[in-house]
């Protein structure tokens, strides 16, 4: 009995030491990730830095800790963006590697050149990552965000989400390159945009495909990239869009839209929308909305046959088109120009 007591102690030291070295190489292989990211993102304009980093988490977790973090990022023009934040952590467990949770600890602050910093904070903020080591799903999960500028309203929200597919599942099909988005926001609350639309928050839901999104990852700053996707025939197909009031009887938007970039750099496609609920916002311009005479002249207008007709009683058709710099509303061309991005 005692030999066996004796031989059953040997093994549990035996694995416990086994667990310690396993534990300690998976730990210098992970910090060495970070290093070889860093010099990735340098390449694409992106430029990261710690304060101070360790590894913690032992026994069963891997915890790549990051105080001070902060990323500097090179702009179109003028000077870099620089974000600063209190600190990461980021989570992987022994046992399952290809997953990870990042841990982002507010607030964050922005400074641009000589305009004033801008501050964001939250509650709670956490990205999901998923196929690692080459991430199949991006998701983020944010709670409270609330972003601060001097001499400008806050601009707060109760939650947010957001997801990224780069591969395709047995849910999710996508074509080589691409990648799947999602977003959702609960609770927008603006005060400008609350007395413009006469209710105190907004929600937003949105989901699209965004095709070659691998030329983004192409070296340089963001205006090297951008060229890169647009070359590649790179578009945004949103499926769906919905904008509504938090507040029953107000604004809502509805469609989808197909986007991209011109060869001078403009944003082009178009969108089919239709929205309801916009009486308050026009009679605060002195306009008179009718949802009827209004899908009955652009009816008239495209021969009877309207590309967008609403999809409830009382909703307002919005077609918009975006060509050669220029907003079109059905057939007639609007006096808003648009400048080109990059």
Known sequence: MKRKLIVALFLIVAAALGWWAFWGWATRRAEAEPIAFIAQETGRGRVWACGSRRMQGFPKDFELVCDDPSVTIAQISGPPAVWRLKGVVATTQATRATSARVLLVGPATLT?????PVKVDWSFLEIGLQGLPNPTRVSVWRTGPRLEAAGAPPLAAESVKASID???TPSVALPAGGARLGLS??????????ELIKTP???????????????????????????????????????KIHVWSSQAGGPTIKGEARLGLDEAHRL??????????????????????????VGGLLGGLLGGKAKTAPTEPG????????????????????????PPIY
């Open 112 to 116: 641009h050149g000589d305009l004033p």
């Open 201 to 239: 928050t907004l929600n937003l839901e949105t989901h699209g495909d965004l095709a070659q999104a691998a030329a983004l990852a192409a070296p340089g700053g963001t205006p090297a990239r951008l060229e890169s996707w647009r070359v590649a025939g790179g578009r945004l197909d949103i499926r």
């Open 268 to 293: 082009a496609g178009e969108a089919n929308l239709s929205a309801k609920g916009l009486d308050e916002i026009a009679r605060a311009f002195g306009l008179n909305l009718d949802a009827a005479a």
């Open 185 to 194: 926001i609960n609770a927008l609350a603006f005060a400008p945009l609350a």
């Open 315 to 338: 909703a307002i058709p919005m077609p918009l088109r975006f060509e050669k710099g220029a907003v079109w509303y059905g057939p007639l061309k609007t006096p808003i120009l648009l």
């Open 166 to 168: 780069l591969a395709s």
